[in-house]
């Protein structure tokens, strides 16, 4: 379609898409459907009305589809009907069948059908250049993650002290992580890293991968957010006692339940919506992976609660130690921080249609999203008391150790 029609706007007979890309594809489907009536016409012996094929056959002309029709007659079309984009016009666009063809429209489109009012260049370089900064901000966030994530990783399995089943779950939590920030640049990658191609008709093999990747990778971040809040129910259910035999319960639906989803939303989509590159988030298929994430927030807020009236009653109990008292304050601490922080402003958006707010949307979800891997590393890992008490540990040996390797060589030279 012509690049002055093609303005981001979600007309109501397009199947749900990507706002920016709806009206590109409404116009690829008009011409599909008048490039069907074109290849039935040129199957037929005679046209419906020309006789002896004398006339001029249908024909788009890149906005319109105009049927055939004999010479000397007219056909007429009113300005397409897509809502945000042209003005409610009433004017009819004429193009009359001579011996030399289709005459051309009148009045021209430009004249007839009047675009509603839009932004200058002015705000389009402003929108452009706040896209930009974004992308910047979130790079930075999910890199300064990314390494802290791997960092806090290491620490948990270098040293064996810190080898329990407390700690895998976290490391399952910050694997999470990762996964999301690297779906992320991979997304950006396949997606955006050629600006020749159009992305409202992308819908290659490799996309639809990246995106079912970042689907994945963010519900199985919720879910082990999830399994976070469950396990420090568990702790104070149990009161430290038999949680081994739930790890692999944890991993089943930190990583199980996730995949089963995306399985589902993967099927659904090339069964029923296979079209473009699976990134939109008005189409109903999207509450496949909409509704589990909802699931998992409302659900850790409930855990929130409970925890919270059971943490109450533990620590005015005289019955528990003050070593559990104090176990049960740290973990607590870093999980109820969480729970609310990473929960409660999807809550909110997800009372309002995807199109409210969008500027506050991607601000939490990327820029403040991007830093949440860095916060999670911070609480469980770095600012960990028995953490810092192995690290000072090793640290305490291995400075021992290398005194006494000194003083030995100088002890060796001495006598030598």
């Known amino acids: 379609c012509p690049a002055s029609y093609c303005l981001p706007s979600p007309p109501s007979k397009v199947r749900a898409t990507h706002p920016d890309c709806s009206v590109v594809l409404y116009f690829q489907e008009q011409e599909a459907e008048c490039l069907e009536i074109i290849r039935s016409e040129s199957q037929t012996p005679a046209l419906p009305g020309l006789p002896g094929q004398q006339g001029c056959l249908t024909e788009w002309d890149g906005v319109s589809c105009w049927s055939a029709a004999p010479v000397g007659q007219s056909r007429a079309v009113t300005c397409p009907d897509i809502l945000h984009v042209f003005k409610k016009s009433k004017a009819l666009i004429q193009r009359n069948c001579t011996e030399l063809g289709w005459s051309f429209p009148s009045p021209p489109y430009y004249n007839a059908c009047e675009l509603e009012a839009i932004g200058s260049n002015n705000d389009t370089e402003a929108k452009a250049s706040y896209f930009v900064t974004m992308k910047v901000l979130y790079t930075c966030g999910y890199s300064t993650s990314l390494a802290a994530l791997f960092l806090a990783i290491g620490i948990f399995s270098c040293f064996r002290k810190l080898h329990c089943t407390r700690n895998s779950i976290h490391i399952h939590f910050f694997t999470s992580f990762i996964l999301r920030g690297a779906a992320v640049f991979i997304k950006d990658a396949v997606l955006f890293s050629d600006e020749s191609i159009n992305h409202c008709t992308m819908s290659t093999v490799n996309c639809k991968a990246a995106i079912a990747f970042f689907q994945y990778s963010v519900l199985a971040n919720f879910y082990w957010l999830l399994v ?81 009236r059971m943490l109450a009653q533990k620590i005015r109990s005289p019955d528990i130690s003050k070593n559990y008292k104090q176990q049960y304050m740290r973990l607590t601490k870093s ?82």
């Open 228 to 308: 976070e809040g469950m396990y420090l129910q568990t702790l104070l259910l149990l009161t430290f006692t038999s949680d081994k035999r739930y790890i692999w319960w944890y991993i089943l639906i930190g990583w199980g339940v996730p995949m089963l989803t995306v399985c589902v939303w993967v099927v659904t989509r090339l069964q029923y919506d296979n079209h473009g590159c699976w990134d939109d988030y008005t189409s109903l298929y999207w509450w496949v992976i909409k509704a589990p994430i909802l699931l998992a927030i409302f659900v850790n807020f409930l855990i929130f609660l409970n925890v919270t």
């Open 335 to 416: 999980t109820l921080l969480l729970i609310p922080l990473f929960g409660v402003h999807y809550v909110v958006f997800a009372l309002f249609p995807e199109h409210i707010g969008v500027d506050a949307r991607l601000y939490f979800e990327l820029v403040l999203g991007s830093y949440q891997g860095f916060l999670v590393a911070l609480l469980y890992c770095f600012l960990n008391g028995e953490v810092q008490a192995e690290i000072k540990r090793n640290w305490g040996k291995w400075q021992s150790s290398m005194e006494s390797n000194v003083f030995n060589l100088a002890t060796q030279d001495f006598t030598a």
